[in-house]
């Protein structure tokens, strides 16, 4: 059972360029999350996806825009990289209803030089 | 939105359980309590949750209190590798879609 897979792993962008994170998952869930995390933070959540075709802004959406692809499907992408940027990147998928836990990838390590 | 208060460190001797307080005083009737734990930036991992009444499961037993305003989480024997950060989680109320939101959490430490 792979669960959620992210790739990469890690990732190392010059300021300015571009990029997707990639997630997929197979649990057949409807939701999905990015999450970055900052050294000595909890995770922060930047967007969701309650099923395909729709998506909604976390905490920290600016500079990120997201796809729902199809159900397995939920990347992340970063238009014009900054420094700030740099952060440990976790998706994450759950089934419907309030009383269902949520499964994570392994990150993504991504940093902006 | 419910948020939570936990302490940022707590430590275990191996083979004792560890206790982890949780504060979530202003948590909803449907809210659920959540648990989950971070070993070594790795991603999180679900460990239990409840609603009102306490749960036990293979990995921990939560107990929350009868006005829901606090849990604690327990580890009945550590071991050296239940150290991590534990996050306690009450599911946002604003929406269906249960997203999670994450403090600090409480670093565990277990010394042997």
């Known amino acids: 059972n792979a669960g959620v897979t992210q790739t990469p792993k890690f990732q190392v962008l010059k300021t300015g360029q571009s990029m997707t994170l990639q997630c997929a998952q197979d649990?057949?869930?409807?939701?999905m999350y990015w999450y970055r995390q900052d050294p000595g933070m909890g995770l922060r959540l930047i967007y969701y996806?309650?099923?395909?075709?729709?998506?909604d802004k976390g905490e920290v959406p600016n500079g990120y825009n997201v796809s729902r692809l199809n159900k397995r499907e939920f990347s992340l992408r970063l238009e014009s990289a900054a420094p700030s940027q740099t952060s440990v990147y976790f998706c994450?998928?759950?089934?419907?209803?309030?009383?269902?836990?949520?499964?994570f990838g392994q990150g993504t390590r991504l940093t902006v030089v | 939105d419910a948020k939570t208060t936990q302490p940022p460190s707590m430590d275990c001797a191996e083979g004792r359980a560890a206790n982890l307080p949780c504060n979530h005083s202003t948590i909803s009737g449907n809210e659920y309590v959540y648990w989950y734990r971070q070993i070594h930036s790795q991603g999180p991992q679900y460990i239990i949750h409840?609603?009102?009444n306490n749960e036990t499961n293979e990995m921990a037993s939560l107990i929350i209190t009868e006005d829901r305003k606090s849990s604690t989480l327990i580890l009945p024997h550590a071991t050296l590798r239940d150290t991590a950060v534990y996050y306690c989680?009450?599911?946002?109320?604003?929406?269906?879609?249960?997203?999670?939101?994450f403090g600090r959490g409480t670093q565990l430490t277990v010394w042997p």
């Open positions: 409840g609603l009102k």
């Open positions: 994450a998928s759950s089934g419907q209803g309030m009383n269902t836990e949520a499964f």
């Open positions: 989680i009450v599911r946002d109320r604003g929406s269906t879609l249960g997203r999670l939101y």
């Open positions: 996806s309650a099923s395909e075709g729709t998506t």
């Open positions: 649990m057949n869930h409807n939701s």
